[in-house]
């Protein structure tokens, strides 16, 4: 970019099931707002509300894509195109066939090149990406290249991961059919926690990013309403800097709202039931558009919340210490969970073989 100025730029990594969705649609709806307080959330790399096609093209992509050409490529994709000699493909480890990771920089090319025609619109515009897509486990350092032009801070959210789990289940049970887990959240946590083993650790992520970025430029917020009390939208307005804009961010509305107990329970059988797919949609939107909110019951039972926690109170601390200064080391300040207090089991009646023939029913009396 041509000013001698660097323009600032906030890089929202999410986490995922902390409000980012929120987040997103708040920024992605309201672009004349933005404008009015200073700031852009460019269309660039965008599909719909979120800058899931930046992310993708920097490595960060889909599971099977990543660590793969596409990281080798964005590494590299920064200096001019004409620059791809086989001289510069062999040095970085690129072949004359290798035409995906030659496309994905090209791409990234156009990319960078489209962004800085939009900032160069709005002159003086601080810039927020977000993409949850950037906590994969991969390196941030062709994040870094592609934002060389920027001065750069980068904002993640984290939730405690007893709260994190029972979200990540629900989400989950929403959106898998015929799900390779067992039943409940127990199981499907551990399922998760032996396919992927240690990749919801807080400690190795922010360490990747600190150490590409430098610790002062992480933004670390606990997600919970005791230090969110007027919502993610609003506090994560503060955290960038512009806190006027904070106090008009009360319409955000809520995003993936969390299921009651009885609703997940009935999810279970539909999510698992012999029906065709058009069946199990239609049942599926239905018990979450007609379910209840969610109250501050718990889906995971008490002694698996503490192992939760205990398991990962070195990276709390650490966090609490490093990113947000807290010499008592408290990243989150909600009461921990006691061994005896009462917790709801997500019970799945499977014994009642009248079930899902009254559902079916249920369904059809309300198209």
């Not at 902390?18 to 404008?35: C, D, K, N, Y």
């Not at 993936?256 to 069946?279: F, H, K, P, W």
Request: aromatic fraction near 8%; include cysteine; proline fraction near 7%.
């Amino acid at each position: 970019m041509s000013s001698t100025a660097r323009p600032r730029l906030y890089l929202h990594i999410g986490i995922n099931k902390t409000g980012t969705s929120a987040i997103q649609q708040f920024l992605g709806a309201r672009p004349r707002l933005l404008a009015e307080h200073g700031l852009l959330y460019p269309r660039t790399g965008r599909h719909e509300h979120a800058h899931y096609a930046l992310s993708r093209a920097l490595g960060f992509g889909a599971a099977s894509r990543a660590g793969s050409d596409w990281q080798v490529a964005a590494s590299s994709a920064l200096a001019p195109l004409h620059a791809w000699s086989g001289r510069v493909r062999q040095r970085i480890g690129l072949h004359a066939g290798d035409s995906d990771a030659l496309a994905g920089a090209r791409r990234l090319e156009r990319l960078r090149l489209r962004l800085e025609a939009e900032c160069h619109r709005q002159p003086g515009a601080r810039v927020v990406l977000s993409s949850e897509h950037f906590v994969r486990p991969l390196d941030p350092r062709p994040v870094r290249a592609f934002f060389a032009a920027f001065d750069c801070r980068i904002v993640v959210y984290l939730r405690r991961h007893d709260h994190w789990w029972a979200s990540a289940y629900g989400q989950a049970l929403k959106t898998v059919s015929r799900p390779p887990w067992g039943v409940g959240p127990e199981a499907y946590i551990a399922w998760s926690r032996q396919r992927h083993p240690g990749q919801r650790r807080y400690g190795p992520l922010l360490a990747r990013w600190a150490e590409v970025f430098g610790a002062p430029n992480i933004i670390v917020r606990p997600y919970e309403q005791e230090q969110n009390p007027d919502g993610v939208v609003a506090d994560f307005l503060r955290a960038i800097g512009v806190p006027e804009l904070a106090q008009r961010s009360g319409d955000a509305g809520r995003v993936n709202t969390a299921l009651d107990a009885g609703t997940l329970a009935l999810l279970e059988v539909v999510q698992r039931a012999e029906i065709d797919a058009s069946t199990r949609r239609r049942l599926r939107g239905r018990l979450v558009a007609t379910a209840l909110p969610a109250t501050g019951s718990r889906m995971i039972s008490p002694a698996l919340r503490g192992e939760l926690v205990e398991e990962n109170r070195a990276d709390y601390e650490w966090i609490a210490r490093e990113f947000l200064q807290r010499a008592d080391g408290r990243l989150f300040l909600e009461p921990e969970p006691r061994p005896d207090e009462p917790w709801d089991a997500v019970g799945v009646p499977d014994d009642d073989p009248t079930l899902l023939p009254r559902l079916l029913n249920w369904l059809e009396k309300r198209r």
